[in-house]
């Protein structure tokens, strides 16, 4: 577990803070993610190289679609999200496997299969190259 003593401080090594956002990456750079805390808490997947799992692609989406998965913290399952940007930054830190971060009442965990991120209700997805899916 990584622990962090004031948000706006850049640990080396460690997830990069901004306010209330930490974003990361996974050791393989394949799959990023933001957390943010406050008003518009949230935490967000995103995946560059993977065997899609979301094929149904929805009518209403104008973006790209299947590589991005999010959750809130009051939300009862996770979702795949339809968007036209990316939280892939070369800049993002890399956490190492086995490790896990807690922020803004989301958790996620790092791991070689993949990151598997959810609030405190038990909600939330699990991105991997090989499935993504949402609980």
């Given at each position: 577990m990584l622990n962090y003593l004031t948000a706006g401080l850049l640990l080396a090594a460690g997830p990069v803070f901004?306010?209330?956002?930490?974003?990361?990456?996974?050791?393989?750079?394949?799959?990023?993610?933001?957390?943010?805390d406050g008003e518009y808490a949230e935490t967000r997947c995103d995946i560059r190289e993977f065997t899609p799992s979301f094929t149904d692609f929805p009518a209403d989406c104008e973006?790209?679609?299947g590589?991005?998965?999010?959750?809130?913290?009051?939300?009862?399952?996770?979702?795949?999200?339809?968007?036209?940007d990316t939280v892939m930054m070369q800049e993002n830190p890399v956490i190492g496997y086995g490790n896990s971060i807690e922020h803004g009442g989301m958790t996620?965990?790092?791991?070689?299969?993949g990151v598997t991120c959810f609030n405190a209700g038990g909600a939330g997805f699990s991105i991997a190259r090989a499935q993504q899916a949402v609980f």
């Open positions: 901004a306010d209330d956002i930490v974003m990361f990456q996974a050791p393989s750079g394949n799959i990023h993610c933001m957390m943010i973006g790209d679609w590589d991005s998965l999010g959750i809130s913290p009051g939300d009862r399952r996770g979702r795949a999200i339809c968007h036209g996620c965990e790092i791991a070689q299969q």
